[in-house]
């Protein structure tokens, strides 16, 4: 039998992570519709960039960096920049005039096409002209700031000559950021006095509740004086809020997912027990405006709707995944606080993403709907009414409405009589009832694999993420779903401006999900991959711009231009700080046998690797090299020895002085077992180095990093560059 070597999977390891990039290099990056002039002829509203749209009338343009520059990609000249407006008070202003077309710095040309339209998985990238210029920026931050723009003045190729503009000498973000990383820090603390200095200047944040949310969060995290004492200032404004299941007005759902937020790590903070009577309200408002069929939460409240719809009225909008993991993060550090946190919804919101998560860790923009059916009782019965009115749940349940008429095509479903006694029953008004199955999925007990995939809008992921792995320590199932989600949005840098609707929400959730990945490497590999967005986005001032996305219904030009992409910045940059739950407070990762912290790779490649040692295995079985040492089985009660590997590559194990067998696949055994047989490898190969490295990258997967530190040793120093590959590949 011919056995794959180390030195080979790695080789197929490179060659895939090659194949990878190539088929990445198809971009889609801004949505351009309605003739190709949206987003462009959108204006930006808030006062920081007013003097575009007094200028032009319009100009929802491509941030260049820090050299007040604002840009469009034209289609005739997709690898540069067609100059729009330049700042006044700017580097760039009286050096660059609008019309120019800048097609490089510093020597080098961009030599990347962008290609419009809305990016689809698989292929969704900004590489181009933001990427490409993104890099060359940071070059000149990081000597002397002379950043020497290579244009064609009025779009003149013949013309072109060199301009340079003189930008602030920052520094590189350094290969760790944001941690260990003195630019990274001074750009923290400048974007946290940005944001106070614009509350001051206004004597609030702008007035949507995700930009106002997000700017106290980011200043709730400093500990800067005069930065918690506007944090206490505003959070006085929550302790008479209260929440109502029933009211309409607006969109309510987003204010209950994000105000919980707030007050919920507030609360931790400062233990401020005049936020409870408005987090009380709003957990019950989590409970009875909840979907109780979907797990979400619609714009406004479940009962609202369908008094509506009893009235004749529209049902209007369907019930959405974010804000139901906004909620759930909410009622996580509520949970975390020790308040009543709303077990029942929190449930439901969990029971939603496990219905409705894919493969690749993706979530659609509603939650799959749970099992029920909408009926109208026939009988006496019809009169029962909820005491609280249409949409709250009738007591009693299906006991008290006696006989019906399902309304709905398909029919009876079987787990309406059978499950009687479980399900939940809705007043939907008239006689009519939703009746809902309580039905539950069991999470997953084990780590759950990633596909590798990146995924689309993946801040209802991110959401989702964080409401799994805040409050919940210990709770396996749970914190495997967390870090399934927290994983697929590290695997999603080049998705970063898909997210639907208010693009920056997406950036900020996806981003602190992504921070919790538990492979600290997948995390670095997203930082790295949005590198670009952190400097292009930056304006002269030092605050950041909103930019132009890929999702058609791209609207952040509508929440003000700076405060909350300012403060997604701080946020995301504040990981290294870990002054929040949502910024990684209490998380760290350790060696689970006092060595150093482990490092993690793909999934792709730990699949290569368990191939290599099922290969193994059979060989040592084919060759006659068993050896009957015991050793610990998850699914046996007592001590076994692996006895062989089965025609159809089940791996087989006997008890001790025993004929007695059992089989399994390999991706049945847990990991600690893999772990094991990796071992064993290596304690009957003692004299091979490859079987040692083998032993000690299972180990290292699996926490034990004193161990695999002398399995590596044991495979000699031929073997430590291979063993770093590996990783660094990663």
């Known amino acids: 039998m011919n056995t794959p070597s180390i030195h080979r999977i790695l080789k197929s390891i490179a060659a895939t992570a090659a194949v990878s990039a190539v088929a990445m290099a198809t971009a889609r990056a801004v949505n351009e519709r309605e003739g190709g002039e949206w987003p462009w002829n959108l204006k930006l509203h808030g006062h920081h960039d007013a003097e575009v749209a007094e200028a032009l009338g319009t100009g929802w343009f491509l941030n260049v960096g820090p050299t007040g520059i604002r840009a469009r990609i034209m289609r005739d000249s997709p690898k540069y920049f067609t100059v729009k407006y330049v700042f006044r008070n700017s580097p760039a202003h009286g050096k660059i005039g609008i019309g120019d077309v800048i097609v490089g710095a510093n020597g080098r040309r961009m030599n990347t096409e962008h290609y419009f339209g809305r990016g689809s998985r698989g292929r969704s990238t900004w590489d181009g002209p933001m990427t490409e210029m993104a890099k060359l920026i940071e070059d000149s931050q990081g000597t002397d700031g002379k950043l020497e723009f290579i244009v064609w003045p009025g779009g003149e190729r013949s013309q072109e000559t060199t301009v340079t503009v003189e930008i602030k000498p920052v520094g590189r973000f350094s290969e ?13 603390a400048s974007l946290r006095d940005f944001l106070y200095e614009d509350y001051q200047r206004a004597g609030r944040f702008e007035s949507t509740v995700q930009t106002h949310s997000m700017g106290t969060l980011a200043l709730m995290g400093s500990d800067v004086r005069r930065h918690q004492r506007l944090v206490s200032t505003i959070m006085a404004s929550y302790y008479d809020k209260r929440y109502d299941p029933v009211a309409g007005a607006g969109l309510p759902a987003w204010g209950w997912g994000y105000d919980g937020i707030v ?5 931790l903070i400062s233990g401020d027990r005049r936020l409870r009577p ?34 004749g009225g529209p049902p209007g909008y369907g019930p959405m995944s974010f804000p139901g993991g906004l909620a759930l993060t909410a009622m996580g550090l509520f949970r975390e606080a020790g308040l009543d946190y709303g077990e029942q919804p929190r449930e439901a919101v969990h029971q939603a993403y496990l219905r409705s998560m894919n493969g690749d860790g993706a979530v659609g923009y509603g939650f799959s709907q749970g099992d029920n059916v909408l009926v109208e009782s026939t009988g006496p019965e019809a009169s029962v009414e909820s005491p609280r009115g249409i949409g709250f749940e009738i007591p009693g349940g299906m006991a008290a409405i006696g006989e019906y008429k399902v309304l709905e095509d398909g029919g009876e479903p079987r787990w309406l009589r059978t499950e009687a006694e479980t399900n939940r029953v809705f007043d939907m008004g008239s006689g009519k009832r939703r009746i809902v199955r309580a039905q539950t999925l069991t999470a997953p007990t084990r780590p759950m694999r990633h596909s590798g995939n990146q995924i689309d809008h993946f801040g209802r992921s991110g959401s989702g993420a964080l409401g799994h792995l805040i409050g919940n320590k210990g709770g396996e199932g749970w914190e495997n779903v967390g870090r399934f989600l927290a994983t697929a949005c590290a695997h999603s840098p080049k998705t970063l ?67 909350m992409p300012s403060a997604a910045a701080a946020l995301i940059l504040s990981v290294s700080e870990r002054s929040l739950m949502i910024t990684g407070r209490g998380e ?22 368990e191939k290599e ?4 295995l059979a060989d040592m079985a084919h060759g006659d090299e068993i050896r009957p040492l015991e050793m610990e089985l998850s699914m046996a009660r007592t001590k076994v020895v692996f006895s062989g590997v089965r025609p159809d590559w089940e791996i087989e194990f006997r008890a001790p002085n025993s004929e007695q067998s059992a089989s399994f696949p390999m991706e049945d055994l847990e990991f600690s077992d893999r772990v094991m047989l990796a ?37 000699g120093e031929d073997f430590a560059p291979i063993i770093e590959q590996i990783f660094e590949s990663d």
């Open 263 to 267: 007050m919920g790590e507030y609360y």
């Open 278 to 311: 408005a987090i009380e309200s709003l957990v019950e408002t989590f409970t009875y405006a909840q979907s109780p069929h979907a797990g979400g939460y619609h714009h406004k409240p479940f009962p609202y709707i369908y008094r509506r719809v009893a009235s």
């Open 497 to 563: 401006l898909d997210g639907h609707a208010s693009t920056h929400i997406h950036v900020l959730w996806g981003s602190l999900a992504a921070a919790m990945a538990p492979n600290p490497r997948h995390f670095q590999s997203y930082m790295d991959g949005i590198k670009w967005w952190f400097i292009m986005a930056q304006a002269h001032d030092g605050s950041y711009v909103v930019m132009p996305g890929r999702d058609y219904a791209s609207t952040d030009h509508v929440y003000g231009t700076r405060v």
């Open 588 to 609: 760290a990762t350790e060696s689970t046998d006092g060595g150093r912290p482990p490092r993690y790779f793909d999934p792709h490649k730990q699949d290569m690797l």
């Open 679 to 715: 071992r064993l490898v290596a304690a009957i190969r003692r004299s091979d180095p490859e079987a040692q490295a083998l032993a000690g990258l299972f180990c290292e997967l699996d926490g034990q990093t004193t161990v695999a530190d002398l399995y590596y040793e044991r495979a």
């Open 613 to 616: 040692l099922l290969f193994t």
């Open 176 to 188: 760790t950021w944001p941690f260990d990383c003195e630019r990274s820090e001074k750009l923290l």
